[in-house]
């Protein structure tokens, strides 16, 4: 079964960077057949998504965050990792680290499959 | 960007009752395939999302079929949600989101609850 583990500071002040890690278990990453993805949700509201990467180390963000998002990922310890800098209180949020599903010819994504359960993170002085 | 509108936003529904909820994207989202690129995900109170509908129509894995999903008249952009006979555990928010191209779109959610 595979499963998603959100690791992190639970508290950023601002203008700092905020820094996250997800570890998967119960498969790798090194597969041509997902994206490796994070998603957000700010109190009260809906679901954003920040961006994906690829086995191959491409990545795709959002452009309102584009400027500010870098992903990576690390085969040896089945991990990747979302850095946020610059944060505000908007960034206060849930973050979910999720599988997203593709088709291996040219890789479109289908759907998010598997979800950590989120780790809060608040941004604050 | 793809902008998804749902609706109803609050859903409250009589067990055994069945329940719908709309979803409309500001572009189609049929691809050259074939397929709607438009999944639906039920977030349970205190949990993270889970995939209930893909491509439109396709039920997840150990999705009871009392859920399903279909889209309209073939245009890409209007899509449904039906439950059948609502059950207690069916309570949260279920979200759209369009996976045809980034950035990937959610809806607002409709927050489904109990009478």
């Known amino acids: 079964q595979v499963q998603l583990q959100e690791s992190g500071p639970g508290l950023v002040k601002p203008s700092q960077t905020l820094s996250l890690t997800c570890t998967v278990s119960?498969?790798?990453?090194?597969?041509?057949?997902?994206?490796w993805s994070w998603i957000r949700q700010a109190p009260e509201k809906g679901l954003e998504w920040i961006g994906y990467?690829?086995?191959?180390?491409?990545?795709n963000y959002n452009p309102s965050l584009n400027s500010r998002v870098t992903m990576s990922l690390d085969t040896s310890t089945n991990q990747f990792s979302l850095k946020l800098n610059s944060v505000t209180t908007a960034d206060t949020a849930v973050y979910f680290c999720?599988?997203?599903?593709?088709?291996?010819?040219?890789?479109?994504?289908?759907?998010?499959?598997?979800w950590g359960r989120g780790t809060r993170v608040s941004v604050s002085s | 960007d793809i902008v998804m509108t749902q609706s109803p936003l609050s859903l409250p529904v009589t067990p055994g009752e069945s329940a719908s909820i709309s979803c409309r994207s500001s572009?189609?989202?049929?691809?050259?395939?074939?397929?709607?690129?438009l999944d639906w995900y039920l977030q349970k109170p205190g949990q993270s999302p889970q995939l209930l509908i893909y491509?439109?129509?396709?039920?997840?894995s150990g999705v009871p079929d009392r859920f399903s999903g279909s889209g309209s008249g073939g245009s890409g952009t209007d899509f449904t949600l039906k439950i059948s006979r609502v059950e207690s555990e069916d309570v949260g928010v279920y979200y759209c989101?369009?996976?045809?191209?980034?950035?990937?779109?959610f809806g607002q959610g409709t927050r489904l609850e109990i009478k």
């Open positions: 999720a599988r997203g599903y593709c088709t291996t010819s040219s890789c479109q994504l289908y759907y998010f499959d598997y």
């Open positions: 119960g498969g790798s990453i090194n597969s041509a057949s997902y994206y």
């Open positions: 990467l690829y086995y191959t180390g491409s990545t």
């Open positions: 572009q189609s989202l049929l691809r050259s395939d074939g397929n709607n690129y």
């Open positions: 491509l439109g129509s396709n039920r997840a």
């Open positions: 989101m369009q996976a045809l191209q980034t950035p990937i779109t």
